[in-house]
């Protein structure tokens, strides 16, 4: 799989009309690309446990998307196999009345993964360049110092986001962001398909189709997001949503070859501590 493919530059503007929600790269059907997850996940057990022992680097995913894009799904099946030791998920919603009372990377810094650990943001601190800026009157309930001119926050949000991101790099933390690309259409379906199902109906959310409304407002904030904070330290991913079992194997792919790429091993065990285990095989055995 070709990375450069879905990954936004950081020295050049993007067009998300230029990335196509249905492509499926050289997967003629979901058989393939299931075939393709299941040897990476094998791989990606492997890697986890690693960086586990070694103990250096946390990893952490964000995940953003519309609504049915399939953050949940992803994250079940390309996670399916890692030891729930070393990885955690955290969901952010709608931010309570003591997260208000805080600045907004707040509750995100209070989930960062330690390190040697997988930690997953499932939606983020983006929200705040996102759903924040498609319904400005959100920024009420942020008790806000006056910054000067309005037009400016989003820029300084991606700013202090862009900051925040290369000091958690410089310290070990590499933060890997995915955008699951769903086009208007397939969520129209997926949303009906959660009404028509039953065992599906909880999933569905009257105030989801109502954001709907706002797809091109979105879809902006998006791109400018994009063209904001793809850093080379923390770049974007922009997956291809609309088959989910392509999106499974993309993301799963990059994981791998981000994990590869560190290179990393075992701790090494000093000589004493291998004379030690010696003694100790030495004891057992004569037990
Ligand atoms: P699912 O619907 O699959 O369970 P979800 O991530 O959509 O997952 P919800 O509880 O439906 O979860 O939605 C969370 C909502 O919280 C989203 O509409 C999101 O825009 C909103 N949200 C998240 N962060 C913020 C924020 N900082 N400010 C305002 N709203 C936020
Ligand atoms: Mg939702």
Redesign the pocket.
């Known amino acids: 799989m070709n990375h450069e493919h879905f990954l936004v530059p950081h020295d050049k503007k993007i067009s998300l009309k230029d990335y196509d929600p249905k492509f499926t790269g050289r997967f003629k059907e979901k058989g393939e690309a299931k075939e393709k997850l299941a040897k990476d996940i094998c791989e990606l057990v492997k890697l986890q446990d690693v960086l586990y022992a070694h103990d250096v680097y946390g990893l952490l995913l964000i995940f953003q998307a519309m609504?049915?894009a399939g953050?949940?799904g992803t994250i079940k099946h390309v996670m399916s196999g890692v030891n729930p030791q070393g990885c955690l998920v955290h969901?952010?919603?709608?931010?309570s009345t003591e997260e208000l009372d805080h600045d907004?990377l707040w509750r995100c810094m209070k989930a960062l993964p330690e390190k040697g650990r997988i930690g997953i943001f499932?939606?983020s601190?983006y929200?705040?360049v996102?759903?924040?800026r498609v319904?400005k009157e959100?920024l009420q309930k942020q008790k806000l110092p006056p910054n000067g001119k309005k037009d400016d926050l989003w820029e300084q949000r991606f700013d202090e986001i862009n900051q925040f991101e290369k000091y958690l790099v410089k310290n070990g933390i590499i933060v890997i962001k995915f955008f699951l690309n769903v086009s208007k259409d397939e969520q129209k379906k997926r949303f009906l398909k959660r009404i028509n199902l039953p065992e599906k109906n909880w999933?569905f959310?009257i105030?989801?189709a109502k954001?709907r409304a706002h797809w091109k407002e979105y879809m902006r904030a998006y791109e400018d997001l994009f063209n904001n904070t793809s850093t080379k330290h923390a770049p974007w991913y922009i997956i291809p949503a609309d088959n989910k079992w392509f999106t499974h194997a993309a993301v799963a792919d990059i994981l791998v070859k981000k994990l590869r790429d560190l290179n990393l091993e075992y701790p090494n065990v000093s000589d004493e501590h291998k004379q030690e285990l010696l003694r100790v095989k030495e004891l057992l055995e004569n037990e």
């Open positions: 609504d049915a953050k949940d969901s952010f919603k709608a931010p907004y499932n939606r601190y929200e705040e996102l759903v924040v319904h959100l999933k959310s105030a989801d954001e």
